[in-house]
């Protein structure tokens, strides 16, 4: 049977424990270095489904600058990940666009908006937040 150990830094709290993931048959079997429940959680979650809050940017139209700075509001599935990506290329968005609105409500089914990290109005200058 095929055994195999995994690396995994948690990322839930400062104290970053360091991880070992033992793994059988692509299943884990044992994990050691957390300091607290939280990291069997995270190890499991970024062994069985990692998931990433995807950051990018969106063609913009109307405003001096030709991107608009986009971010989901939660964590996707990894594997999600250029495929979104794919999809937002091809969008354009009009100015004024206010910081949070959201560009793409449930992008590709994944649970997750994407909204705008910058407020930009229509004469070509930032508004201030
Ligand atoms: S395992 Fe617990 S103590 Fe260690 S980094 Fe994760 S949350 Fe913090």
Redesign the pocket.
């Known amino acids: 049977m095929a055994e195999k150990t995994y690396n995994i830094t ?8 360091e ?1 070992r993931l033992m793994v059988k048959d692509g299943k884990i079997e044992n994990i050691k270095g ?7 959680d ?1 190890a499991r979650q970024e062994f069985y489904n990692p998931q990433r809050v995807l950051t990018t940017t969106v063609k913009l139209k109307g405003d001096r600058l030709p991107l608009l700075p986009v971010r989901t509001n939660k964590p996707i599935p990894r594997r999600m990940l250029k495929e979104c990506v794919r999809y937002l290329s091809k969008i354009e968005v009009k100015a004024p666009v206010k910081l949070g609105e959201v560009i793409v409500s449930n992008i590709l089914n994944s649970g997750a908006n994407v909204i705008s990290t910058k407020e930009v109005g229509s004469t070509g200058v930032y508004r201030k937040t």
């Open positions: 948690c990322i839930v709290c400062p104290l970053s424990c991880m957390n300091r607290c429940r939280r990291g069997i995270y």
